[in-house]
């Protein structure tokens, strides 16, 4: 079994959206804002290869998003997952998404990832079908017409060590994903850590549908990281793409690990 962060398109975000509740004065210790108050995200997603079967957690942004929405997030770097994927011969066989906002299943329509079966879980599907005005923009209509998806309900042994576990919170249908590797554990927890900053209980996107379950399934997560010494990955963070947490459960202390 092996377990490699790989990274597609930069994008950049108001920090209102990314901090929630946070204040500058704080998050501007760790963030710097561009020329236009904006805070740049990575897209860190994991490529596990256990028995021969390639899964690819999350997938990126990928060539969808129109002039308007180019320029509103900034997007830099288009095309470098594919990129990747093509210079390693690999063929991905599954994608797991931890939820569908743009950001996350953006590539599953790319050349490479055609032929993979995608796995959502059922409530995901259902607000992706059916969004408001609040959550309308996160999602990608033209992904309306995806077939191919397989759709899990709850918790979830996927095979290949990697475990699903409904959360909600950032959206109803929001997972995270438990990976036994070589003895380590794993966690990929999606938008409810998208960077290193946000392993606070409550650093909490504003984006989040379901803030005060985002706040309990974090200290639940962050309780058992510490106890079990797993190693955390951070979607959206350029410096600290993966680390353990020490410390306490309010405040955990980020210990940045590789994990090759
Ligand atoms: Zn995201």
Same mark, same amino acid.
């Given at each position: 079994?092996?377990?490699?962060?790989?990274?597609?398109?930069?994008?950049?975000?108001?920090?209102?959206?990314?901090?929630?509740?946070?204040?500058?004065?704080?998050?501007?210790?760790?963030?710097?804002?561009?020329?236009?108050? /904006?805070?740049?995200?990575?897209?860190?997603l994991l490529l596990v290869e256990s028995g021969g079967v390639h899964t690819l957690i999350d997938t990126?942004?990928g060539?969808?998003?129109?002039? /308007?929405?180019?320029?509103?997030?900034?997007?830099?770097?288009?095309? *470098?997952l594919? +990129?990747?994927l093509?210079?390693?011969?690999v063929r991905i066989d599954r994608v797991l998404l931890s939820h569908m906002?743009?950001?996350h299943a953006g590539n599953i329509y790319s050349e490479e990832l055609i032929h993979s079966t995608v796995v959502v879980q059922r409530?995901e599907r259902?607000?992706f079908?059916?969004?408001?005005?609040?959550?309308?923009?996160?999602?990608?209509?033209?992904l309306a017409s995806v077939r191919r998806v397989s759709v899990i309900e709850?918790?979830s042994n996927l095979g290949g060590g990697i475990r699903a576990?409904?959360? +909600?919170?950032?959206?109803?249908g929001?997972q995270?994903f438990?990976i036994?590797?070589?003895?380590?554990?794993?966690?990929y927890?999606?938008?409810?850590?998208?960077?290193?900053?946000?392993?606070?209980? +409550?650093?909490? *996107?504003?984006?989040?549908?379901?803030?005060?379950?985002?706040?309990?399934?974090? /200290? /639940?997560?962050?309780?058992?990281?510490?106890?079990?010494?797993?190693?955390? #990955?951070?979607?959206?963070?350029?410096?600290?793409?993966?680390? #353990?947490? *020490?410390?306490?459960?309010?405040?955990?202390?980020?210990?940045?690990?590789?994990?090759?």
């Amino acid at each position: 079994m092996s377990v490699l962060v790989l990274s597609d398109a930069t994008f950049v975000l108001d920090p209102g959206a990314y901090f929630g509740i946070v204040p500058r004065e704080i998050w501007s210790r760790q963030f710097q804002a561009d020329e236009r108050g /904006k805070v740049r995200l990575s897209t860190n997603l994991l490529l596990v290869e256990s028995g021969g079967v390639h899964t690819l957690i999350d997938t990126g942004i990928g060539p969808w998003m129109g002039e /308007k929405m180019l320029g509103i997030y900034g997007v830099q770097g288009l095309g *470098t997952l594919t +990129g990747r994927l093509r210079s390693m011969g690999v063929r991905i066989d599954r994608v797991l998404l931890s939820h569908m906002h743009f950001d996350h299943a953006g590539n599953i329509y790319s050349e490479e990832l055609i032929h993979s079966t995608v796995v959502v879980q059922r409530r995901e599907r259902y607000a992706f079908s059916r969004t408001n005005e609040l959550t309308r923009g996160s999602y990608l209509s033209h992904l309306a017409s995806v077939r191919r998806v397989s759709v899990i309900e709850g918790s979830s042994n996927l095979g290949g060590g990697i475990r699903a576990v409904h959360t +909600g919170g950032h959206t109803v249908g929001h997972q995270a994903f438990f990976i036994e590797s070589g003895g380590r554990e794993i966690i990929y927890a999606g938008d409810l850590f998208p960077s290193s900053f946000h392993v606070r209980p +409550g650093y909490i *996107t504003a984006i989040d549908v379901e803030p005060l379950v985002s706040l309990t399934v974090k /200290k /639940k997560i962050i309780r058992h990281a510490i106890r079990r010494g797993s190693i955390m #990955v951070f979607n959206h963070d350029p410096s600290t793409p993966t680390a #353990v947490l *020490t410390g306490d459960e309010e405040r955990p202390k980020v210990e940045a690990v590789s994990i090759e």
